[in-house]
């Protein structure tokens, strides 16, 4: 079983438009992470101004005065180092990732403070304060490359029954162990090709992110982050490093589910370009679907590979009793799209009538 095994990841990594693909994401994610970095811009308000590595050197010395539990006396400091005598609204201003953090949330539009106070802002709940810039924007980056990963993981994965159903079926069924071993082994290459693909892809991914950011801010809560993540990013007081452990998950899951909606989809097509098609449609579909976020139905919808890649919806959903947010969901619905589809593929490879 473990020759079939190996038999099969060969077949399916050995091929040079899977080869290139994968050559395409991981290229991709190094660009992504490097152009994030180089485009930074911070200054100090003072004399010190930079983009890039200097950048995040200017953000993380501010941070690091103020690092440690957000408080009033805190807000109060930092408004007053920012201050800014401009007729543009103080929210679009921006000087650094901290004075962002603290006018979005307690500037009026002309920089004083608004009135809000911590515990207005941020409930009872303790906000710890640090560099978080640099990790907030290495998981938006990694949405979008989780997206091409699941689209990769389709075209690597529709041959392996659509593939043989070119002739080669008739060999593989009549052949000892062709309708149990070969079909499992099949199965279980197909779901660890895509296994490896998402790991080495966000160890790669994380191994350039902390070498231009160091580890300095995750332990930081996320939501005293910059103006750009105060609307439509996750409501609850999670640090940067569970922030990106939930997304790891999330990362395995999204890639899971959609090597099992893929397996399925190559067993039922004749040809590999309607497996390729129809999985790349049923991976997209729920985009399409008029369901919002709020919605109860989203519950349910939510849990689709398409939104385990981009995440930050499905996070948005609850923060349970248990301390959990709903997402956390996402990974038994995967074990479970594994189960199901590990079942319907070898059946209906194994069961199809052979061309003669």
Known sequence: MKRLIQFELKKIFSKRL???ALTIVFLLSMLFVFS???NKYACDGR????????????DKSIAARYEGILTDEKVSQMLEEFKVESEINAKYIYQNATQSAVVARFSD?????????????????????????????????LIRVTIVLCLVIILMLAPVFAGEYSGVDHIILSS?????????????????????????LFVVYMAAACALYGLEGLDCSILFAPQSFTEYYIPFNITCGT????????ILSSAVGTAALTLFFSSI???QVMA????????????LLPVSETSPLFRVVGLCPLYQSTFISLMSVEQMKNGLLYAIWAVPVALGAVAVSTVLSRRIFAGHQVRE
Do not use: H
Request: net charge neutral.
């Open 109 to 141: 539009i002309k920089g004083d403070w608004n009135g809000q106070t911590v515990s207005d802002v941020f409930g009872t709940e303790e906000i710890k304060i640090g560099y978080v810039d640099g990790w907030l924007e290495v998981s938006q980056d």
């Open 176 to 200: 000892r162990y062709g309708k149990t071993k070969c079909t499992a082994a099949k199965v279980i290459a197909g779901f660890m090709a895509a296994v490896l693909a998402a790991l080495i």
């Open 18 to 20: 899977t080869q290139a």
């Open 47 to 58: 004399n010190r101004e930079g983009s890039g590595r200097e950048a995040v050197e200017i």
């Open 276 to 287: 390729l098609v129809i999985s790349a449609a049923a991976y997209l579909f729920p985009a």
């Open 36 to 38: 994030t970095f180089q």
């Open 269 to 271: 097509s004749r040809n």
């Open 243 to 250: 922030l990106l452990r939930y997304q790891f998950c999330l």
